[in-house]
């Protein structure tokens, strides 16, 4: 019995139009201009591509899909007006883009409802995304932020907005939206300048995780954490009013790309996997250790990060209640501790103090830089950026302090810094004949007038025939 689904007769083969054109197009395929060529991109936008081509369109055997930038640009629509401003290239209003969404985190969708050329091109962009600043904006915004940025690695900053207390819930919220994507964070940046209890253990909890182990049948084995840190380039973690004495242990303890860090007010335990290859760190001694039981431990970080090429040291006192316990992890060995790299070094006296803190003193008479091409002095209480800013009288201690510079800095470096109570006109003259090398000499930001004061009064040594 024949079946009910088969066809009582064939279908005469019929060589339609449509068919005989995209044999041609395949056999022949058309020929296109130098400047679609130069514009072609795998990219391919079908938003301008009308959805019923015209009779003529289809004609017309030089008629191609466009490209994005093509699309950008010069739509197929031929009655399309366009702006003389996309004329730019697309790389300088990328560049324009990036710029403008530093200042403010709803710049890019802004600027993403303008035209549809600017909303193409920054949604196909996908390093516009990656920063992610949390202030004062909902979740929902930086999950969108997310997606778009697609695989780039992630720019991220904690900053609460000043003088507002930090919400623990939203600040949970934030972390938890952030964890599972850490492995991405090119940067890591969290700074709280208002106090609130517990916000350590908040912002910092979820990513101190240790790794896993799982004893079976089968054997040991451990199980990597999604905390690991493993294109992260720069961290920052700031928090003056900090009064959580405990260490953290961040990342599970890899960090391979880690070279900047900045600290203010945190105990961190400090391990090689993390900061072992640190070129550039900032450090602002939390307080809760003082004297030598401080310096041991700075000395301790030091010796780890033995490959600085930039180090900024500043002790800050804090007023404890009770003792704080400290356990030190490696003795640090008697002597000098060695920096052969280093070439700038930033010592920085807070504003609370009166004196230079002894333990800056006996930190530098631990350390040997012979390779140091500059020294800064600072003081955080008189800034020349601040116009308001008075002159203060020198440190009581200052003249020890630099007779000690010079016995521990080498005489080669080319720049010296000094703001504030670290300057001091009467001990100029003998530092610049010690420092015999010295091309740039700063005392509160004037440089060449007060330079050019000394070698008028005849003060300053000769150097190769030439007053320095």
Not at 243 to 269: H, N, Q
Not at 410 to 422: D, E, N, Q
Request: with cysteine; aromatic share 8%.
């Amino acid at each position: 019995m024949p079946s009910i689904l088969r066809r009582s007769r064939r279908r005469e083969l019929i060589l339609t139009r449509s068919f005989k054109n995209a044999i041609q197009e395949k056999v022949h395929p058309p020929q296109r201009s130098p400047e679609s060529i130069y514009c072609s991109s795998p990219v391919v936008d079908r938003t301008n591509f009308p959805s019923s081509p015209s009779p003529s369109t289809v004609k017309s055997p030089d008629f191609a899909r466009p490209s994005l930038t093509l699309s950008l640009y010069r739509s197929p629509i031929s009655n399309l007006q366009h702006h003389p401003i996309h004329a730019l290239p697309p790389e300088l209003l990328i560049r324009v883009f990036e710029l403008g969404s530093f200042d403010d985190a709803l710049f890019l969708i802004t600027i993403s409802h303008v035209c549809h050329p600017w909303r193409m091109l920054a949604i196909h962009t996908h390093t516009l995304w990656r920063r992610l600043s949390f202030d004062s904006h909902g979740l929902r915004l930086w999950k969108e932020r997310i997606a778009r940025a697609r695989g780039c690695s992630l720019d991220i900053t904690i900053t609460p907005p000043q003088h507002r207390f930090p919400d623990i819930d939203v600040l949970a919220l934030q972390l938890h939206l952030i964890v599972p994507h850490i492995s991405r964070a090119r940067s890591f940046e969290l700074r709280f300048s208002s106090y609130s209890p517990f916000l350590w253990n908040t912002a910092l909890g979820p990513i101190c995780h240790q790794e896993q182990r799982d004893d079976n049948n089968m054997g040991a084995h451990t199980f990597a954490p999604f905390v690991h840190a493993l294109q992260l380039e720069k961290l920052t973690l700031c928090f003056p009013e900090n009064d959580d004495s405990k260490e953290f242990t961040l990342f599970a303890g890899v960090a391979p790309r880690l070279r900047y860090v900045t600290l203010d007010g945190i105990r961190l335990t400090w391990l090689p996997g993390l900061y072992g290859r640190l070129t550039h760190l900032d450090y602002t001694h939390h307080g809760f250790t003082t004297g030598s039981i401080a310096v041991d431990e700075v000395l301790g970080m030091i010796r780890i990060s033995c490959a600085l090429r930039e180090l900024r040291i500043c002790f800050r006192r804090r007023m404890l209640h009770g003792e704080v316990l400290y356990l030190s992890h490696d003795g640090v060995p008697a002597g000098q501790i060695h920096l052969l790299q280093l070439e700038r070094l930033v010592l920085a006296v807070d504003k609370s103090h009166i004196d230079i803190p002894p333990e800056l003193t006996s930190l530098l008479s631990r350390l040997s830089v012979p390779n140091l091409r500059e020294l800064h002095l600072v003081d955080l209480r008189c800034q020349p950026a601040n116009r308001r800013w008075r002159k203060s009288a020198p440190f009581p201690g200052l003249r020890a302090a630099l007779s000690l510079l010079e016995v521990t800095i080498p005489s080669s470096i080319k720049v010296l810094a000094m703001a504030g109570r670290w300057a001091d006109h009467c001990s100029i003259p003998s530092l610049m004949k010690h420092f015999r090398e010295l091309r740039n000499l700063e005392v509160d930001g004037v440089e060449k007038d007060l330079i050019h004061m000394y070698c008028l009064s005849g003060d300053l040594p000769l150097h190769d025939g030439a007053w320095i």
